[in-house]
């Protein structure tokens, strides 16, 4: 499992954490470095706790993604898992690019078509998508919609009739392959809520490519996510490609395979998982096919390319224990160690405190919660109050899962781009907290 306790190698250092971060550098007088832009003067400008999302890094990976299909020579769409960092900014520099994206709401889809991304180029996933999300879909004309069940189809089916409209959509099926990734973000196994178990899929199919107000054009399959080998993927896509020509021989036409995400990086000493090799995987097992295929990748483009600054409020030294540095950010902010036991590297944004020999301490937020632990027994430089970090690989599932629990505001978000750094969200005002929430008259203090 990816994201599994405990390891038993010992924690890389700061200086191998950068050799594996190219948009990160250490200067001797600025400190930490992203992209040229020194991550102390944000921290200065806008303070603690803070995302830093760096828009080089997503461009470059994506078009690393979209070169590693054309040199395969196969014909694919790239759409942007949007849950994996939703913000505005992140979805304009995308569509710019001429992306396409993947969501799983009908608030995803709103950003979408905000941040200018065509309905055409949109496909939406997801394992219950209500009928509001679905008429919303359907009108706007989005380009797919992968159905994750007989039940949906139908729903489907008759919400088009209704718009006198025709809907575009894959059937999403489990292949019943082992990502071997953490048991929280598997999907593909037949134990999982996701998808059409796949002894169903070719008579659903026959019934889809029957039924009014439907357009049926092929599959989709996602296995899950961190996945850093291309075994399952090749294991996954072999299936996958037996029930295309079993469907085929039936006489039915399939013309798309979505071949879904789940690309996995490095957080920690491991390599990260290779767009080549994935292409590779799709050429082999689809690339005979003639078929339109398709990808989504979210983690892989963006995780890499953000970080979260953080300030220590307290060394909490403990004699000959390790001492806990309590930080200003936490799991509300960064719910991924508590959740997936997921490790981030931690670098200190001072040149000075980087150098200095680490020793074990355990990384803590300040909510009230044993699980507000971003990393335990760490190899670390000795962090004094008012030190200053970066939380690494925080660009995927690190903002969208923020919540304002111990009612804390949501942190500051920005965006280096080109050299120059741009606020994209400020630091969540304290009575936006509670700007929507209304007490009964009778409740309200000064009544008697
Ligand atoms: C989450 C998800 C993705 C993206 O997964 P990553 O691991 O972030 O690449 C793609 N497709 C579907 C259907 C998803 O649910």
Redesign the pocket.
């Known amino acids: 499992m990816a994201d599994a306790l405990p390891y038993t190698d010992a924690d890389p250092t700061v200086t191998e954490l950068l050799a594996t971060h190219p948009n990160l550098k250490m200067d001797g007088v600025c400190g930490l470095m992203m992209d040229g832009v020194s991550l102390t003067a944000i921290a200065n400008a806008v303070g603690t706790p803070t995302w830093v999302i760096s828009a080089d890094t997503l461009r470059t990976r994506m078009a690393r993604l979209k070169n590693a299909m054309q040199a395969a020579g196969l014909d694919v769409s790239l759409?942007y898992?949007v849950?994996?960092n939703d913000h505005l900014a992140i979805l304009s520099l995308l569509g710019k690019e001429g992306f396409g994206a993947?969501i799983?709401s009908g608030g995803e889809l709103a950003r979408a078509l905000k941040a200018g991304i065509a309905a055409n180029k949109i496909v939406f996933?997801?394992v219950g998508k209500s009928d509001a999300e679905l008429q919303e879909a359907i009108a706007h004309g989005v380009g797919q919609i992968?159905v994750e069940s007989a039940e949906e189809l139908d729903i489907i089916a008759a919400i088009a009739q209704k718009l006198g409209r025709t809907a575009t959509i894959t059937l999403?099926i489990n292949p019943d392959v082992d990502a071997k990734t953490h048991a929280k973000?598997t999907?593909g196994l037949a134990a999982n809520k996701?998808g059409i178990p796949y002894e169903e899929a070719a008579s659903l199919y026959a019934r889809a490519s029957t039924l009014p107000g439907i357009n049926a054009v092929g599959f989709?399959t996602?296995i899950?996510?961190?996945?850093l080998s291309v075994a399952p993927y090749r294991a996954a896509y072999a299936r996958m490609a037996e029930l295309v020509q079993s469907v085929r021989s039936q006489g039915l036409s399939v013309s798309v395979m979505d071949c879904?995400?789940?690309?996995?990086i490095s957080y920690r000493t491991e390599v990260e998982g290779q767009p080549e090799a994935l292409a590779g995987a799709m050429k082999a097992e689809l690339g005979h096919l003639g078929l339109k295929l398709a990808i989504?990748?979210?983690?892989?483009p963006i995780?890499p390319a953000g970080v979260l600054l953080g300030q220590v409020i307290l060394n909490k030294a403990r004699g000959a224990e390790a001492p806990f540095y309590v930080l200003d950010t936490a799991m509300n902010d960064l719910l991924r160690p508590s959740m997936y036991d997921a490790w981030h590297g931690i670098v200190p944004l001072s040149a000075q405190d980087a150098a200095t020999p680490a020793i074990p301490a355990h990384v803590v937020g300040p909510v009230c919660e044993s699980g507000d632990t971003f990393a335990r027994d760490r190899l670390l430089p000795p962090l004094q109050r008012g030190a200053r970090v970066a939380i690494l690989d925080t660009g995927?599932?690190g903002a969208v899962m923020s919540s304002t629990y111990n009612s804390r505001p949501m942190a500051a978000e920005v965006l280096i781009d080109n050299g120059t750094w741009h606020s994209i969200r400020p630091r969540q005002k304290r009575d936006a907290l509670w700007h929507t929430e209304t007490v009964p008259a009778h409740l309200t203090a000064g009544n008697t």
């Not at 899950?224 to 996945?227: F, L, P």
């Open positions: 759409h898992a849950k994996a993947d799983v996933s997801g992968n999403r973000i999907t996701f989709a996602h899950g996510s961190q996945i879904g995400g789940g690309l996995g989504e990748p979210g983690r892989w995780g995927a599932y």
